[in-house]
């Protein structure tokens, strides 16, 4: 294993800030493996995706979706992307509310508690949080409309972010007095003291949505941008993946994608 890293030519990697957590651990096995530095951008996917559609240039880009590294697949900015983890969307609430599961609608819709969300357009949480709405309406009519005028965008509105850093934004949120429940990723849970003053609770049957989180890479990058994905694709990550809270994506081919796309770059 080489034993330095290169100080020059760095990936640059962007990647959704759910991902942060478990790139943590991942990023610096790559590092070592490669001998090559890895400069890493977290934040909400959709601010990356415009950050890049106005110029950035990394060589990866890890989104909590599919949609904002496929729109720069469509502007023939990225190679096709490909779904590299899962991850569930869930709740998270003040525990001595004691909320179970089958009564998460009737708590998220009372007027007296406070309802966060992250910021839809912005980050691909708060476009999960809309879909959860919707499939509310679903079944109660009208209510979906009445959850997405009360909830609270406090998450993912820009880069800067009041939330300490190593601290579950939801569970801070609630711990803070701003939120008593908060739909985000299961990821975000990983963690929380089982006896403390936050619980995660699973959306009820018919409300569950999980993101499909999304890898590609830049077209005209170099080598070390393929080795890049092709380890966030691997055995190796995904374990990692794993313990952070993520699940594996429904296929299997994603490390075949991402070695053709190597082997076409090393003949570029």
């Known amino acids: 294993m080489p034993s330095e890293i290169a100080a020059t030519h760095p990936v640059r990697l962007y990647a959704a800030g759910s991902l942060r957590r478990a790139f943590g651990e991942i990023l610096p096995l790559f590092e070592q493996a490669h001998a090559i530095r890895v400069e890493a951008l977290f934040g909400p996917a959709g601010l990356l995706r415009q950050r890049i559609e106005a110029g950035a240039a990394p060589d990866v880009f890890a989104s909590a979706n599919l949609d904002h590294p496929r729109r720069l697949f469509e502007a023939g900015l990225f190679d096709e992307p490909i779904c590299f983890a899962r991850n569930p969307f869930c709740a998270v609430i003040r525990r001595t509310l004691g909320i179970p599961s089958a009564g998460l609608i009737d708590a998220m819709l009372d007027p007296a508690l406070m309802l966060a969300t992250s910021t839809p357009g912005a980050d691909p949480s708060g476009d999960y949080a809309e879909m959860v709405f919707a499939r509310i309406d679903r079944l109660r009519p009208g209510a979906g409309a009445v959850l997405a005028a009360k909830a609270r965008r406090l998450l993912g509105g820009g880069f800067a972010s009041d939330v300490p850093a190593g601290r579950a934004p939801a569970a801070w949120l609630i711990e803070t007095g701003q939120a008593d429940i908060v739909l985000g990723y299961l990821s975000g849970t990983v963690g929380l003291d089982p006896s403390g003053p936050c619980a995660a609770v699973?959306?009820?049957?018919?409300?569950?949505?999980?993101?499909?989180?999304?890898?590609?890479?830049?077209?005209?990058?170099?080598?070390?941008?393929?080795?890049?994905?092709?380890?966030l694709t691997g055995g190796e990550a995904g374990a990692l993946l794993h313990r952070n809270g993520f699940i594996a994506p429904n296929h299997v081919s994603q490390s075949k994608t991402i070695h053709v796309g190597a082997k076409a770059a090393a003949r570029g």
Not at 203 to 231: H, K, M, N, W
Request: aromatic letters at 10%.
């Open 202 to 231: 699973d959306l009820p049957q018919g409300c569950a949505v999980t993101a499909s989180y999304g890898l590609a890479v830049a077209r005209g990058t170099g080598q070390r941008g393929y080795d890049l994905a092709a380890f």
